[in-house]
C-alpha cells in the first residue's frame, strides 16, 4: 500500500514536473482518468461503470484561456524493489509494471491512431539508495479544440452524456498488419465535449479539495457520482468550506482535518484562494480559468506563512498546509484520533 500511494504521488510529480518546464507560460491540471470516461463509456446502471478495461491512471491537461489544450496521459506505480545493473529477479518488478502501464496508455486514444502522448511511471521507494522515478514517455501532439468564454459550448454549460464505441473502436497499424482493437477512443468530432468534460472534472476536483459539499455535484452528471454529493455522508466526504486561512494576506477557504500524532493535535488545511472558491461555487469556470490563469504568480511562498508548517501552493490557487495546535487552541474542523 505504501508503495502503491508514494508511486501514485512521486508519478504525478516528476509529469507534472516535466510539463511544467514544457510549457512554462501553461497551467497544469490532473484529473482522474475514470471521472473523464464515464460520461462517454459508462456501463449501464444501476452502477455506472467502466468494468476491468485497461486504462491509464490520470490525465494531465496543459491549458491556457484562449488556446486549445493539451492532454497526456500518466501511469503510475510503486515498488520496493532495486532495478540492478543486470536483469535479476528483484528487478522484473518495476519491468512489469512499466509494462502494464504501457498496455494501460495503449487502450486509451484522442483521435485515431497512436497520436495521444503519454507518461509511464515506475517508483522504486529504498531507504539505503533513495528514490528512483522511471519514466518511458510516448511522444504525441494532440489539441482539444479552443472554447468560448461563455455560453452553450462554454465549460460553464453542464454535459450530455455520450455513447461511444469502445470494441474494435481502434485500427490496428497498417504495416503490422493488425486488426481493430478495443480502446477508449475519443473522435475528433467529440474533442469539443470532451473538453468540457475534462475542465468540468477538474473544477470538481478543485471544490473538492476546498470541501466543496453540495456544490460539487453541479459539475458532474449521475454516471459520475454526482449523487454522492447531494447526500448526508461521514465527516470525511461531507466537509464544506467551514474553515478559513490567510496566508501572506491571502485569503483562502476550505476545510481542515485536526489529529492526534502521538498525543499532539496536528491541523491539516486544504483549500483554495477566497475569490476563485467563489467562482468555481458560482459555476464559472471559464471565467475561473481565466483568473486563474492571471493571478498564476501570485501566490504565497512556503517560507512566507507564519506560523504553518509544510505547505503546497500551487499555481492554480489551491493549498495545502499542516502546523501543529497551539495548547489551549479550538479549532472548526473534523477530529479524528
Same mark, same amino acid.
Given at each position: 500500500m505504501q508503495a502503491r500511494e508514494l508511486g501514485r504521488a512521486f508519478g504525478l510529480a516528476v509529469a507534472e514536473r516535466t510539463l511544467r518546464e514544457r510549457y512554462p507560460d501553461h497551467l497544469i491540471s490532473?484529473?482522474?482518468?475514470?471521472?473523464?470516461?464515464?460520461?462517454?463509456?459508462?456501463? =449501464?446502471? @444501476?452502477?455506472a461503470t467502466l468494468g476491468a478495461r485497461a486504462r491509464p491512471d490520470f490525465l494531465l491537461e496543459a491549458w491556457r484561456p484562449g488556446e486549445g489544450s493539451? &492532454?497526456?496521459? &500518466? =501511469?503510475?506505480?510503486?515498488?520496493?524493489?532495486?532495478?540492478?545493473?543486470?536483469?535479476?529477479?528483484?528487478?522484473?518488478?518495476? #519491468?512489469?509494471?512499466?509494462?502494464?502501464?504501457?498496455?494501460?496508455?495503449?487502450?486509451?486514444?484522442?483521435?485515431q491512431g497512436n497520436e495521444t502522448p503519454a507518461f509511464i511511471t515506475s517508483t522504486e521507494f529504498l531507504s539505503s539508495a533513495g528514490v528512483t522515478v522511471h519514466v518511458l514517455h510516448a511522444e504525441g501532439d494532440v489539441?482539444?479544440?479552443?472554447? @468560448?468564454?461563455?455560453?452553450?459550448?462554454?465549460?460553464?454549460?453542464?454535459?450530455?452524456?455520450?455513447?461511444? @464505441?469502445?470494441?474494435?473502436?481502434?485500427?490496428?497499424?497498417?504495416? /503490422?498488419?493488425?486488426?481493430?482493437?478495443?480502446?477508449?477512443?475519443?473522435p475528433e468530432g467529440e474533442f469539443s465535449w470532451f473538453g468540457r468534460v475534462i475542465a468540468r472534472a477538474q473544477a470538481a476536483g478543485q471544490?473538492?479539495? %476546498?470541501?466543496?459539499?453540495?456544490?460539487?455535484?453541479?459539475?458532474?452528471?449521475?454516471?459520475? /457520482?454526482?449523487?454522492?454529493?447531494?447526500?448526508?455522508?461521514?465527516? /470525511? =466526504?461531507?466537509?464544506?468550506?467551514?474553515?478559513? %486561512?490567510?496566508?501572506?494576506?491571502?485569503? #483562502? &477557504? /476550505?476545510?481542515?482535518?485536526?489529529?492526534?500524532?502521538?498525543? =499532539?493535535? &496536528?491541523?491539516?488545511?486544504?483549500g483554495m484562494a477566497a475569490d476563485l472558491y467563489d467562482l468555481l461555487a458560482d459555476g464559472k469556470v471559464e471565467e475561473y480559468r481565466r483568473r486563474a490563469y492571471e493571478r498564476r504568480k501570485d501566490w504565497p511562498k512556503p517560507e512566507d506563512i507564519g506560523d504553518w508548517g509544510a505547505s503546497s501552493f500551487r499555481p492554480d490557487g489551491t493549498a495545502l498546509a499542516i502546523r501543529v495546535v497551539p495548547k489551549g487552541a479550538s479549532s472548526g474542523g473534523q477530529s479524528l484520533s
Open positions: 490532473i484529473v482522474d482518468t475514470d471521472t473523464v470516461l464515464l460520461p462517454g463509456f459508462a456501463r =449501464t446502471k @444501476p452502477a493539451r &492532454v497526456f496521459l &500518466v =501511469t503510475v506505480n510503486g515498488n520496493h524493489q532495486a532495478v540492478m545493473p543486470k536483469p535479476s529477479a528483484s528487478s522484473r518488478t518495476t #519491468y512489469r509494471q512499466l509494462d502494464r502501464g504501457s498496455e494501460r496508455v495503449e487502450r486509451f486514444h484522442l483521435g489539441r482539444l479544440p479552443v472554447r @468560448p468564454s461563455s455560453g452553450a459550448y462554454s465549460a460553464d454549460v453542464a454535459i450530455g452524456r455520450r455513447a461511444l @464505441p469502445f470494441v474494435n473502436s481502434v485500427a490496428g497499424s497498417k504495416q /503490422g498488419g493488425e486488426d481493430r482493437h478495443n480502446a477508449f477512443l475519443i471544490l473538492s479539495l %476546498a470541501g466543496g459539499g453540495g456544490r460539487v455535484g453541479q459539475y458532474l452528471i449521475d454516471d459520475q /457520482g454526482r449523487k454522492h454529493f447531494s447526500e448526508t455522508a461521514f465527516a /470525511g =466526504t461531507a466537509s464544506v468550506h467551514d474553515a478559513k %486561512a490567510g496566508f501572506a494576506g491571502e485569503p #483562502y &477557504v /476550505g476545510t481542515d482535518q485536526v489529529f492526534r500524532i502521538n498525543g =499532539t493535535r &496536528v491541523e491539516a488545511f486544504s
